[in-house]
């Protein structure tokens, strides 16, 4: 009888030579060089220019890691330099240079509803071939950023300069720099009391009164608490600030809620007739304006919740909606 192939026997292969091992490792070679693959074949550096005292803020990455981006108005020239630095082991052949100024809305959940709402593009070179490291100034003059940077829950609007080397067939490279927009907003027209009452019949009657419902994000809210009807044990209040953020409509749209502020205003059980004080100061906490329907995709909402909690770890509570502005 016969034994087939696939009963794991194979025929002799000769041992190939080192030519053959050349060859195999100068066709890995071509084909690595070709695509892109292994060490770059330029590095792209992106220099936002810096003005004296130009302020920065804070952004967190997914790491839990701070650092700093430059920051900008809503009608601030964008302006700095790119340094392309080509590969000395690599010849950099291109298909032209890109530079763009984009505003990207990225909804997590829903990256169909993701894009761009400000893209704007200037070729920096031609096709060709670089061998030597480039500076290439740019600036990007009245462009309307018309919206704030925003990092959310769901959503993250975000403003950046691109650099974009195309290379053909091969991979492109790409290189992003950040930068964050704040928009000074107008003063509110009108301020109004907020008053409102928190009650369990026959056991609690709370009434709690706010200056006004409109503050700037460095404000300070005051307010009293008043309590009218006390016959459970409290323990506890809180004052919270809470952000809803809103992807889609505000009847309608996905909401997310966090809790940005927990300001202790009593510890200990109040009596009937006590008035107790409210001075909560905005400095300082992670606070944006509110938002209202952002290019059609999301809205930023604010509350001021009032926490009660007793001894029987039970809470009570009332939230009232605040606008917030940028000064």
């Known amino acids: 009888f016969f034994f087939k192939a696939e009963d794991g026997i194979r025929d002799v292969e000769r041992s190939r030579g080192l030519g053959d091992v050349y060859k195999r490792q100068f066709i890995f070679y071509m084909i690595t060089s070709f695509f892109g693959f292994g060490s770059p074949v330029a590095d792209i550096n992106i220099l936002i220019s810096e003005i004296p005292k130009r302020k920065k803020a804070t952004k967190k990455d997914t790491n839990g890691n701070h650092y700093k981006l430059p920051l900008f108005s809503m009608s601030e020239d964008v302006k700095g330099q790119v340094i392309i630095k080509p590969n000395k082991e690599k010849k950099l052949e291109h298909q032209g240079i890109r530079i763009e100024l984009i505003g990207h809305i990225d909804i997590k959940n829903d990256k169909g509803q993701s894009g761009d709402f400000v893209s704007i593009a ?69 301020q109004s009391l907020i008053k409102m009452e928190v009650g369990i019949e026959d056991c609690l009657q709370i009434e709690f009164d706010y200056n006004k419902g409109k503050y700037h994000l460095k404000d300070c809210v005051l307010g009293k608490v008043y309590f009218m009807l006390v016959k459970i044990k409290i323990k506890l209040m809180e004052l919270h600030v809470i952000r809803r953020e809103t992807i889609g409509s505000l009847t309608n749209g996905q909401s997310e809620t966090e809790t940005l502020v927990k300001y202790e205003v009593m510890d200990g059980a109040p009596v009937k007739g006590e008035c107790v004080p409210i001075r909560l100061f905005l400095k300082g906490y992670n606070l944006t304006p509110s938002y209202n329907n952002v290019n059609n995709k999301f809205s930023v909402r604010y509350f001021l919740n009032l926490v009660l909690v007793d001894e029987e770890e039970r809470k009570y509570f009332k939230q009232a909606e605040i606008l917030l502005w940028r000064k």
């Open 122 to 190: 200037r070729e920096l070179e031609a096709p060709g071939m670089m061998l030597d490291e480039k500076t290439y100034q740019f600036v990007f003059s009245n462009i309307d950023k018309p919206y704030e940077t925003y990092y959310g829950i769901g959503v993250q609007l975000r403003y950046f300069i691109r650099v974009t080397i195309n290379r053909g067939f091969a991979s492109k490279i790409i290189k992003e720099e950040e930068f964050v927009v704040n928009n000074v907003g107008e003063e509110p027209d009108s």
